[in-house]
């Protein structure tokens, strides 16, 4: 399931720097102030340019992770299903422990809450860079991404902890939150193309699509 929401482009209270001027606009404004300056940057042989096209890249990749739109969309997601197992993905700590009570991550290895959600028949546990190949978790069949790699190998490895069936017949269920006209929608396309396309949907505004017809 591809979850599609949109960068907000009401409320202005992101500070960032457009051309090198402190400005404050919306997510939208600041998404698109981030894909101009690396326009601006890109197809040089300069050094100097190309330093520039890296750092703007890596403060729009950080800026999605962090969306208050994106977070929503994941949190009312997780609130759906709070009565089931649910493996839940992100690329930051903070959001980490937003998105859940029970964490694992550098700064919050607790063994123990791993071990438990493991073996566990219900219950949320938010994830950063780890829980990936090597890791069986029993009666998982809901993983939700609120963020995730443009690596397609690395997400794979994390879709695969929900695909350990232990009954014949199981269906996993995956759950990818997209920032709709964004980066992310191209890292969500790349990432499920080895997928079966016909098991792919689409749901934006209320509204469910089947991603080949789409």
Not at 12 to 19: E, L, R, V
């Amino acid at each position: 399931y591809i979850h599609f929401t949109e960068l907000d482009n009401q409320i202005a209270n992101i500070k960032y720097k457009s051309y090198g001027k402190d400005v404050i606009g919306t997510e939208e404004q600041a998404y698109n102030s981030f894909t101009q300056t690396m326009n601006y940057f890109s197809g040089s042989q300069n050094i100097k340019f190309a330093m520039g096209f890296k750092k703007y890249m890596g403060i729009r990749t950080n800026f999605l992770y962090n969306s208050s739109s994106l977070l929503k969309l994941a949190s009312d997601l997780i609130l759906k299903y709070k009565h089931e197992k649910v493996l839940i993905y992100t690329m930051r700590q903070e959001i980490a422990d937003k998105l859940s009570n029970i964490t694992y991550h550098s700064k919050s290895k607790n063994e123990v809450d791993l071990d438990n959600f493991k073996i566990s028949t219900n219950g949320h546990l938010s994830v950063v860079n780890c829980v990936q190949a090597g890791v069986t978790i029993k009666n998982l069949n809901r993983v939700i991404f609120h963020t995730y790699e443009s690596n397609t190998e690395i997400f794979y490895q994390k879709l695969g902890r929900s695909l350990l069936y232990e009954f014949k017949g199981e269906v996993s269920n995956i759950h990818i939150c997209v920032l709709r006209g964004t980066q992310m929608e191209k890292w969500a396309n790349n990432a499920c193309k080895a997928l079966e396309q016909d098991k792919i949907v689409y749901h934006l505004n209320g509204n469910t699509y089947n991603k080949v017809e789409w």
